[in-house]
C-alpha cells in the first residue's frame, strides 16, 4: 500500500520552492525532501509557532539554512493577497509552487469571506494564491505548479446551483466537490498555460495518516488509535510515501513539457469523467475568479452585497 517512490536525483540549488502548509504532514515532507535537494524553501502556514518549530527541524535533518516562514492563511482572501505581495515584492523567483494543505470532513464552517471551508481552503484560496503568483511563476520559467487533489474526486460533482453548501451540506460530498475542482481547476490551468515554460499537474498521495484526519471523531479516540494503529500501518502511507508523488511531479525530469495531467503513485493515471469536463472545467474558472475578485471588496464597491454573504453572488454563475 506504500505505492510508487521518486527515486530521481534532481537537485534544485537556486530554485524556490513555496508548499502551502508545510509544518506538517505530507508538507512537511516535501519541504524536507526539497531542503535536501538545494531549494530555497518557503514553508506557507497558518499557525505560525507549529511553522517555526518545523523550520528548525527541517534545517537540523538537513543543513540548509535556506529555509524560511511565511504568514498565510488560505482561509482569508486578505491573508493570501498579503502573502503574495510578499512574495512578488520580495523573492526574485518562484520556481515550484505545491498547493499542498487542505481541510476534510470538517463540519459546517464558512472562512472569513463567507464560503464553504472546504471549498474556500481547498480550492478557492489555493486558485486565488496562483493566481496572484502566477507572473512571477512565469517569469521564473520552466516552472512548475502540483496541486494536492485526491481519489474522492471521483464521488465528487460540482454543484454549480449550490456551490457553497448554502441550502444543503455533507462533510464528505464538500470534501470530494473541492478535490475535484482541483483536478478541473489544473486542467483549465495547463490549458491557459500552454507555450509559457509552466507545467501543472494534480496529485493524489494516496490514503495518508496526518492531521488531514483530525474532524474525523473517531479517529482522535484514544482506544480507535490503539486498536487500529496496525491497521493504519498496513492500510495508510507515512507522510513520507504520501509525498512521492509530489516529489515526482515537481521535479521528475522526465515530465518536463507535460501538463495537466493526474497522477497517484508516480504514475499519470485517468481522473473521473466528471474531472476530465472541459466545460465545466471553465464554468468553475469563471465563478472562482469572480468570487476571489469579489471576496475583498466592501459593499459601496461592489454596490451588490456585503463579501460575507457569498450566497448574494449567485448572479455570478
Known amino acids: 500500500m506504500g505505492g510508487g517512490w521518486f527515486f530521481g536525483k534532481e537537485r534544485i540549488p537556486g530554485k524556490t520552492v513555496i508548499i502551502t502548509g508545510a509544518n506538517t504532514g505530507i508538507g512537511k515532507e516535501t519541504a524536507l525532501e526539497m531542503a535536501r535537494r538545494g531549494g530555497r524553501v518557503i514553508l506557507a502556514c497558518r499557525d505560525m509557532v507549529k511553522a ?6 527541517i534545517k537540523r535533518e538537513t543543513g540548509s539554512n535556506n529555509v524560511v516562514i511565511k504568514k498565510l492563511d488560505l482561509s482569508s482572501m486578505k491573508s493570501i493577497r498579503e502573502f503574495a505581495d510578499d ?3 520580495n523573492e526574485q523567483q518562484v520556481n515550484i509552487l505545491i498547493n499542498n494543505a487542505g481541510i476534510m470532513f470538517c463540519p459546517k464552517m464558512v472562512t472569513e469571506d463567507g464560503f464553504e471551508m472546504q471549498l474556500g481552503v481547498n480550492h478557492l484560496g489555493h486558485f486565488l494564491l496562483t493566481m496572484l503568483l502566477l507572473e512571477k511563476i512565469k517569469a521564473s520559467a520552466p516552472s512548475r505548479i502540483v496541486n494536492l487533489s485526491s481519489l474522492t ?7 454549480f446551483d449550490d456551490l457553497n453548501s448554502d441550502r444543503s451540506y455533507s462533510p464528505i460530498q464538500a470534501y470530494a466537490q473541492s478535490k475535484l475542482a482541483n483536478v478541473l481547476f489544473t486542467r483549465e490551468l495547463a490549458k491557459r498555460l500552454e507555450n509559457t515554460g ?4 494534480a496529485v493524489h498521495p494516496g490514503a495518508v495518516v496526518t492531521e488531514l484526519l483530525r474532524h474525523v471523531v473517531i479517529t482522535n479516540w484514544k482506544i480507535f488509535r490503539i486498536l487500529m494503529k496496525p491497521i493504519l500501518w498496513l492500510l495508510f502511507k507515512s507522510p513520507a510515501q504520501g509525498t ?18 493526474y497522477y497517484s503513485d508516480c504514475k499519470e493515471k485517468s481522473p473521473s469523467k466528471a474531472a476530465q469536463d472541459d466545460a465545466a472545467a471553465k464554468k468553475l474558472w469563471a465563478v472562482s475568479e469572480k468570487w476571489t475578485a469579489f471576496a475583498h471588496l466592501s459593499h459601496s464597491e461592489t454596490g451588490t452585497c456585503l463579501p460575507e454573504h457569498v450566497a448574494c453572488y449567485g448572479a455570478l454563475l
Do not use: D, F, P, R
Open 153 to 159: 474526486h471521483n464521488v465528487g460533482a460540482i454543484k
Open 244 to 261: 512521492q508523488t509530489t516529489l515526482y511531479c515537481a521535479l521528475a525530469s522526465e515530465l518536463e513539457g507535460v501538463s495537466g495531467k
Open 87 to 89: 512574495i512578488n515584492t
Open 52 to 57: 517555526q518549530n518545523a523550520c528548525e527541524e
Open 198 to 201: 509552466v507545467t501543472v499537474y
